[in-house]
């Protein structure tokens, strides 16, 4: 199975919308509530930082027996250090991303924590791409 | 305790998802980062925040979390409102702080998640 979403930067209201239809596949599909929880956690965090850090991207998620990957491809600023980010606490988000319940340097390694493989592949002043890959 | 009990200690006005209100709480999580609260394992729990915004409920959408109780009485947008029903989540608006709620609450027996 295959799905495909467009995520605009700064659209902080249809931020989530992708994890929520990802979340309602995976439900008619089946798969374990605590597998389901762990996807669309990471999906929604590495959503949320299109729209946080980057100007657009585009989700694709695979989906078979025996798990789900999750691309997501944007065009934005790239991260200059993979190191540093990955690190609990280190943000570089705006006062309004802050506001919004976000901004605390948790994400990365959130997605981390919550995925069988997750590689971050990056490109300063072109973009990035994250890849996701959760077990069923 | 129940939802009831919970919405009635806090003087708390019902937004959505009245048919939780007999459910049964044992924990909550108070917290205004929802970065945070998307680290939290598990989801039997009831999320309290200052936070009225969309990605407030996208995240307990996320995380499989069914009841929201929003402090100071911070307005609930009806996109707020039609994605929490949809999902079947209790939203409840109080009209105390954070600190009250979580007193109040915490006195009469509900657990900290941490
Ligand atoms: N898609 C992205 N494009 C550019 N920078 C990013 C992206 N994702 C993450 N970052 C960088 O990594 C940092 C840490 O990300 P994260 O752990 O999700 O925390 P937060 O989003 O709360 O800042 C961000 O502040 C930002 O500098
Ligand atoms: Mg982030």
Redesign the interface.
């Known amino acids: 199975m295959y799905f495909e979403y467009f995520v605009e930067g700064g659209d902080?209201?249809n931020?989530?919308y992708a994890?929520?239809q990802i979340?309602k596949h995976l439900k008619e599909l089946g798969v374990d509530?605590s597998v389901i929880?762990r996807s669309?956690?990471a999906l929604?965090?590495a959503e949320?930082n299109i729209v946080a850090h980057a100007y657009r991207g585009k989700i694709k998620i695979f989906i078979n027996k025996n798990g789900v990957k999750m691309l997501l491809e944007d065009e934005g600023p790239g991260i200059a250090d993979v190191g540093l980010a990955m690190k609990k606490g280190f943000s570089t988000a705006s006062e309004a991303v802050r506001e919004?319940?976000?901004?605390?340097g948790?994400?990365l390694p959130?997605i981390n924590?919550n995925s069988d493989s997750f590689n971050i592949d990056t490109v300063v002043g072109k973009g990035t791409t994250l890849e996701i890959i959760i077990n069923f | 305790m129940t939802l009831n009990d919970v919405c009635n200690l806090v003087s708390g006005k019902v937004i959505c998802g009245e048919s939780r209100l007999n459910d049964e709480i044992s924990h909550a999580f108070a917290s205004?980062?929802?970065?945070?609260v998307?680290?939290v394992k598990t989801?039997h729990f009831m999320l309290i925040t200052g936070?009225a915004?969309?990605?407030?409920i996208?995240?307990a959408?996320?995380?499989?979390i069914s009841y929201i109780l929003i402090a100071r009485n911070k307005s609930v947008t009806d996109?707020m409102r039609e994605l929490a029903s949809e999902n079947n989540i209790l939203l409840i608006v109080s009209p105390f702080s954070l600190f009250k709620c979580s007193g109040i609450l915490y006195s009469a027996g509900i657990k900290p998640v941490y």
């Open positions: 902080f209201t931020a989530g994890s929520s979340k509530p929880k669309v956690i929604y965090e949320v919004m319940g976000f901004g605390a948790m994400g959130n924590e | 205004d980062l929802l970065s945070d998307l680290t989801n936070l915004n969309l990605q407030c996208r995240t959408e996320m995380s499989d996109e």
